[in-house]
């Protein structure tokens, strides 16, 4: 499972019923309240939670951090809507921090979540039903307490007209119903589902009163009433946005927020990516997440880092990567048969790149769940053969037989001996060489393909691959548009191929449905961009929903990575396992960081340095 906050699910550029009026009970047939649940202060998925009901904050964080100040960020592109939530628009940075959740996640752990909306977790011991009682101290933006109406119709509303994975990710939800103000009862059409308990701790809750006067669905600029640490205070359309906290923010003393939200932030919109560097260096703003490796280890090289006054550091993640793919659509006829898909997927030469464009800075992605002890290796034994031993005459033979690698080049650019396997496939797929081009053997159609991308930038990577399929007589052409095109065209599977990157979590769950879900393939505004419809892949995925503990967990998501990477949906990329970060010299930070070695949100601005910096 992944953390379903609107970063992840706006990631473009950076679940399929819903419920009915009826299932909201008559206020004349309360649910009658269990007896055997045993409240708790907050719920793991396996195992138990690290930190005990009386703890005060988390390890990573600093309880007595410093609050004020401002920092200022960087966003690409420009944003129409404060409402991450919905279809319509692109959403503005940091939105998601007006709203609050029912649970909030632990950064040290697998997957446990605490008290934060809701102050109590009750999981009945059948796992059908689940309760959470409300903090009755939580109040919306505009002073109106937040009660169960407020759960129960931001479940609906999701539900019924947020994008399309909210779907998915709580399928398994039968009924919602209220007990009484500050208690909701969720109930399971299922008890094998083991992750739901947990993720319905994700659940955004908005104001139901506000909605009522406002349309959820529309894509606007009315800054939205919210429970969450940060208020809008000001705006230019498209191009800055600012956040305050919240004064005396309900939830700021809770465990699980002390030490966080630690200043107002302002994000500042660039749209080219080259602007928006430089103006990292001239202090525009304060905060960077490097992922160019061109820039970190060229550009950097100026007065204010050899001065101190801006920090560069690689911090160890020990957080999965997931995959980052050059995705091909299958939608396409060109791209259905897999042996033309494999051909495209081995001719990337990777040890080129990473030379010559990445200063050797990543490694080649070999799974979909890379960096953690879900990524599949060696040959299937044990339970997961077993697991897959029933589809043998389903799935490709190399599942069983071979190690899924990727070929190491000679870092030429021009490796015959790859690109030979390459024309071997493609041949065996009924695309052979004429003049020089390649074309279908018995249409005569040349192999022609579109890569879609939003940011000039990654131009140079697209051409790379470009050169690798020169030789083969592919012609694969480039087309660069604007941030909102590129969410329009992807939202609508036009496109034959783009980069994304399917991030995972330590415990792999319900995403996995809206990923590769063959009933996801034909859902507008999804995230099945490969258009795969593999009835093994779907069992696969439910086989992973329903695993009972942490080993049984592992086992089948090997299964499913590997016969998801046996399918070639696209070209696998690369990845680099530390954090690249840099920054202005104005923060103090817990000595403790999170898995991901950053946990910038426990950071608080310094003054004693921010007035050292001058600026």
């Keep these: 499972m992944k953390y379903l906050k609107p970063l992840i699910l706006i990631s473009l550029i950076q679940l399929s019923s819903s419920l009915n009026a009826e299932d909201v009970p008559s206020p004349t047939e309360p649910p009658t309240i269990p007896t055997t649940p045993q409240p708790t202060h907050g719920i793991a998925i396996f195992g138990d939670l690290k930190y005990p009901a009386n703890f005060d904050h988390f390890a990573y964080v600093n309880p007595d951090a410093p609050k004020g100040g ?19 628009g692109n959403a503005a940075a940091g939105a998601s921090s007006l709203h609050c959740t029912l649970l909030a996640p632990s950064g040290d752990e697998p997957m446990s979540f605490y008290g934060y909306l809701a102050e109590k977790v009750e999981l009945a011991p059948d796992r059908k039903s689940e309760i959470f009682t409300l903090n009755k101290n939580a109040k919306f933006s505009d002073g109106t307490p937040v009660t169960a109406d407020d759960v129960i119709f931001s479940f609906q509303t999701l539900m019924k007209k947020g994008q399309p994975v909210y779907a998915q990710y709580y399928k398994d939800v039968k009924n919602v119903e209220k007990i009484n103000d500050h208690q909701v009862k969720f109930t399971f059409a299922t008890d094998k589902n083991r992750e739901l308990p947990v993720i319905l701790g994700q659940l955004v809750v908005f104001s139901k009163a506000y909605y009522t006067k406002h349309d959820f669905e529309k894509a606007d600029l009315t800054p ?25 923010w309900w939830a700021a003393n809770l465990p699980s927020q002390k030490g966080e939200n630690n200043f107002d932030i302002t994000f500042i919109y660039y749209r080219d990516q080259n602007v928006l560097f430089e103006a990292f260096k001239s202090g525009d703003h304060d905060f960077r997440s490097e992922n160019i490796a061109k820039n970190w280890a060229t550009g950097y090289k100026i007065p204010a880092v050899t001065a101190g006054k ?7 993640d020990r957080m999965p990567k997931g995959m980052q793919m050059n995705v091909l659509n299958m939608r396409r006829p060109l791209f259905q048969d897999r042996k033309v898909r494999e051909a495209l997927a081995k001719a990337f030469d990777f040890e080129w790149a990473n030379k010559n464009l990445f200063f050797n800075s990543y490694v080649r992605t070999h799974s979909f769940f890379s960096n ?13 053969l077993k697991i897959l031993e029933p589809f043998k005459d389903q799935l490709p033979a190399e599942v069983f037989t071979k190690e899924f690698t990727l070929p190491v080049t000679n870092g030429a650019g021009n490796d015959r001996k790859v690109l030979a396997e390459s024309d071997k496939l493609l041949k065996e797929a009924g695309w052979i060489v004429k003049d020089g081009k390649r074309v279908n053997e018995k249409t005569g159609e040349p192999f022609t393909f579109e890569f879609l991308l939003s940011d000039p930038a990654y131009e140079r990577v697209a051409l790379a691959l470009q050169r690798n399929l020169t030789p083969l007589g592919i012609v694969m052409t480039t087309r660069t548009v604007t941030p909102s095109q590129y969410i329009e ?52 995925i439910e086989l992973v929903i329903t695993s009972p503990d942490r080993q049984t967990l592992e086992t089948r998501v090997h299964a499913l990575d590997r016969v998801l990477l046996w399918q070639f949906l696209g070209i696998p990329e690369y990845h680099a396992n530390k954090s690249r970060i840099a920054y202005w010299n104005k923060f103090g930070q817990p000595k403790i960081k999170p898995k991901d070695g950053v946990g910038f949100s426990t950071w608080w601005v310094d003054p004693v340095l921010e007035k050292k910096l001058g600026r």
Excluded at 70 to 88: C, E, H, L, Q
């Design 310 to 316: 801006i920090v560069l550091k690689e911090a160890e």
């Design 70 to 88: 401002v920092v200022k960020m960087a966003s690409f592109g420009s944003y129409d809507t404060f409402n991450p939530f919905i279809i319509k």
């Design 372 to 384: 953690s002890p879900m990524a599949s290796s060696g040959l299937p034994q044990g339970e997961e």
């Design 224 to 248: 939205p009433v919210g429970c969450g640490p940060y208020k809008i205070v000001s705006f230019k359309a498209g191009q800055s946005v600012n956040y305050e906290r919240v004064p005396g």
């Design 489 to 540: 065209r992807v939202q609508n599977y036009e496109y034959d191929m783009i980069t994304f990157i399917f991030a995972e979590s330590e415990t792999p769950g319900n995403e996995q449905r809206f990923y590769w879900n063959s009933k996801e393939a034909d859902v507008k505004n999804g995230y099945n961009f490969s258009g795969i419809k593999n009835p093994i892949v779907d069992h696969l």
